[in-house]
């Protein structure tokens, strides 16, 4: 028996239980996998209240992000040895000290990643891989928009766009988060919590606007966010801490000025090997390099999974955080 935190009910924070469970030997294709941590995501969230319903139905075990040693080899399985280190993203599971992983969703971690950097970036680094390299091309001189620019994917994709020569203009939820997000990589921190955001990108940007707005945030800066956008641009919306938005009329997106919008997820992205190994060396490399950190702000016992949570939810979070089995 291991220890895990399952959701037996869809529900709050409180649903997270925290309890023994049977993991068996690895079947066709699959790792065992002895974790070192799992990373903490908006994603467990939506999960968690049953936003996104459960793949493998009620209970599961919560997490989407983790690292770890391999401890066991399935038939069938050529890439992969036990004492391999790896890291991964895969739908729930993760929040466990040992685990079950598919083998083709495993990456070798190089000898420079720890396990808390890998649990804390599989998922947020590689998606902001995608959002600036493949959604939308980050180029040198371009206005980006990134919404709660201090959090875990906000401060990877602050440091990365930075990193790819963008003018970076971040919205964040408190002065504390502003100068966080100014020392990762973000040009111009706007307290969207007091300050009109448009007005403010609007005069930061001498009214060109950006070329590019990355929104996780969704309800609640939906549709302010499309006056923030320059003619031809694009919306890129990502997540929906605050809410999911609502459906609109698409022409409102002529109206902005022949905007383009996307709602991207890294499943699609990274769902051939081939991609994700590709997506996940250029992630390796950029942190291996040091042109982006990761920052691991919040580390927790994996008992206290629903603190985790509390504090992700109330916005009380900076950067990535992770659970310790
Ligand atoms: N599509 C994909 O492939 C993908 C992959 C990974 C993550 N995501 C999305 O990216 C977003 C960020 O994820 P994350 O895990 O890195 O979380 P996070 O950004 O660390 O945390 C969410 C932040 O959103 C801001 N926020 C604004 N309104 C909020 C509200 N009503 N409730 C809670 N937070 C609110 C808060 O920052 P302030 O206090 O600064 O406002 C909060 O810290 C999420 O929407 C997530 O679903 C998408």
Redesign the pocket.
């Known amino acids: 028996m291991v220890a895990a935190v399952r959701v037996h009910q869809y529900g709050g924070p409180e649903v997270l239980t925290y309890e023994d469970i049977e993991v068996g030997p690895p079947g066709q294709g699959q790792l065992r996998i002895k974790q070192h941590a799992s990373g903490?995501?908006?994603?467990d969230t939506?999960f968690r209240m049953g936003m996104y319903p459960s793949p493998v139905g009620l209970p599961f075990v919560s997490g989407n992000e983790g690292a770890g040693e391999v401890v066991a080899v399935g038939p069938g399985v050529t890439e992969f040895k036990v004492g391999d280190r790896v890291g991964y993203v895969t739908a729930l599971g993760c929040y466990a000290a040992e685990r079950l992983l598919a083998a083709d969703r495993a990456v070798k971690l190089p000898a420079n990643i720890t396990y808390e950097q890998a649990a804390a970036m599989m998922?947020?680094g590689m998606?902001v891989e995608?959002l600036v390299r493949r959604t939308f091309k980050v180029q040198k001189g371009q206005n980006v928009l990134v919404?709660?620019?201090?959090?875990?994917?906000?401060l990877i994709l602050c440091q990365w766009a930075n990193h790819l020569g963008a003018n970076v203009v971040g919205?964040?939820?408190?002065e504390k988060?502003a100068e966080l997000a100014k020392a990762n990589g973000c040009h111009h921190a706007i307290l969207?919590?007091d300050e009109d955001f448009v007005a403010r990108v609007k005069e930061i940007t001498d009214g060109k606007l950006c070329a590019v707005a990355y929104d996780?945030?969704?309800?609640?800066?939906f549709p302010a966010t499309l006056d923030c956008i320059s003619p031809l641009g694009m919306f890129v919306s990502?997540?929906?801490?605050?809410?999911q938005i609502e459906a609109f009329n698409i022409n409102i997106l002529q109206q902005k000025g022949s905007l383009f919008a996307t709602?991207?997820?890294?499943?699609t992205?990274a769902a051939k090997r081939e991609s994700l190994l590709d997506i996940a060396n250029h992630l390796f490399e950029v942190v291996g390099s040091g042109a982006v950190k990761i920052p691991v702000n919040q580390k927790y016992p994996l008992r206290d999974a629903a603190k985790a949570h509390r504090d992700?939810?109330?916005?009380?979070?900076?950067?990535?955080?992770i659970l310790l089995p």
């Open positions: 903490v995501n908006f994603i939506y998922l947020k998606t995608y919404h709660a620019a201090a959090g875990g994917v906000g919205t964040v939820g408190s988060k969207y919590r996780g945030i969704g309800k609640t800066t990502f997540g929906s801490a605050s809410g709602r991207p997820t890294l499943n992205y992700l939810e109330g916005r009380a979070t900076t950067g990535s955080s």
